[in-house]
């Protein structure tokens, strides 16, 4: 079984800084991609930013300049450092990642259950 936890969200002042965390636990062969989303209520999921296995990202318009996103591969696990939170930025954020498991040779995108970040003063 493999799993993907979040941690690290919270309820934070605008202009502030909160990091995100994403570990992926369990008989994970190789993971490639990983990311982080988030939803706002009422609306739809959305991509926050990227990166690859070989360090590429990539970032949403929106928090390009405030948020950066890495990984340590050796701890199968995706940060993303936020910066001058906004209270447009409140959603609860989810990670993903694209791997392959023990028994399952195709890859398949695993989801978290996601972490409530609240910008708010």
């Known amino acids: 079984q493999v799993q993907l936890v979040e941690s690290g969200g919270g309820l934070v002042q605008p202009g502030g800084s909160l990091r995100l965390s994403c570990a992926a636990s369990?008989?994970?062969?190789?993971?490639?991609?990983m990311g982080w989303y988030r939803q706002a209520p009422g609306k739809q999921r959305d991509l926050v930013a990227t990166i690859t296995s070989e360090g590429n990202t990539n970032y949403a318009d929106s928090v390009k300049g405030r948020f950066t996103i890495s990984r340590d591969n050796a701890k199968n696990t995706v940060y993303l450092q936020m910066n001058s939170l906004k209270p447009e930025d409140t959603a609860v954020y989810y990670c993903n990642a694209r791997m392959t498991v023990v028994g399952r040779p195709e890859w398949y995108l695993y989801w978290g259950q996601g972490t409530q970040v609240t910008v708010s003063s």
């Open positions: 369990g008989s994970i062969r190789s993971i490639n991609r």
